[in-house]
């Protein structure tokens, strides 16, 4: 089984629309969650880093954790097109660099 | 210059030639890492450095050689690599090891 799993996609909405990313993990002791944006021919940006359960938001973007379902979710409001690009969930225990599980990446491409 | 810069940003290589990827990075961080990205794979970590020491190594196959010579600058020596190593390879740096990473755009490596 794999440390976490992430529905590659792609996904296709149109401007405006909410989007819903996620991730599933199985290791329990996982506390330190991020999201990553890559545009294509660049490094992944970090978005969002959270700690433990709950809801970071920041701007048009929501990072949700439910540690007991062991499932994380990104919420990115209102769209754009400057929003297409692939985002990618990683995750460790200590928050150490060492033990850092990241998703395949799920592709976005919003439609103007 | 700010962020993370990587050099070359393409690279073209025969299996029995020697190269060498550069990172720089301009944000004061005291931790820097490689990592592989590969099609439809999840980032591969491949070395941590945290003040100039290493402090991992994932299995990585000696072809490949990091240095560290201070905590801006780190390398990845190349040599007689194989057709599987064609890939984006990633370098970043994070305040320290506990914390998020910050990514550079990569260098597109392929192998003939």
């Known amino acids: 089984q794999k440390e976490v799993e992430q529905d590659p996609g792609p996904l296709s909405v149109p401007e405006g629309a909410i989007v819903s990313l996620n991730c599933t993990y199985s290791n329990s002791a996982f506390q330190y969650f991020m999201w990553y944006r890559q545009y294509s021919r660049k490094g992944p940006e970090l978005l969002m880093y959270?700690?433990?359960?709950g809801n970071k938001e920041d701007g048009r973007f929501t990072a949700q954790v439910d540690k007991s379902s062991k499932y994380i979710s990104l919420f990115i409001r209102d769209s754009q097109p400057s929003d297409s690009a692939t985002y990618l969930c990683a995750m460790s225990s200590s928050g150490g660099g060492n033990q850092f599980y990241f998703g395949t990446g799920t592709s976005l491409t919003v439609i103007p | 210059e700010t962020g993370v810069t990587q050099t070359p940003r393409h690279l073209v290589m025969g299996m029995t030639n020697k190269k060498s990827l550069k990172c720089e990075q301009h944000l004061g961080h005291n931790a820097m890492y490689w990592y592989k990205q590969s099609a439809k794979k999840p980032l591969e970590l491949m070395f941590v450095y945290s003040l100039e020491e290493r402090v991992e190594n994932n299995s990585v196959p000696s072809r490949f050689s990091p240095e560290c010579p201070n905590s801006s600058h780190l390398f990845l020596h190349l040599h007689t690599l194989q057709p599987e190593d064609s890939a984006l390879y990633l370098c970043a740096s994070s305040q320290d090891t506990a914390m998020a990473q910050h990514f550079g755009d990569g260098t597109r490596l392929s192998i003939l």
């Open positions: 959270t700690y433990s359960s």
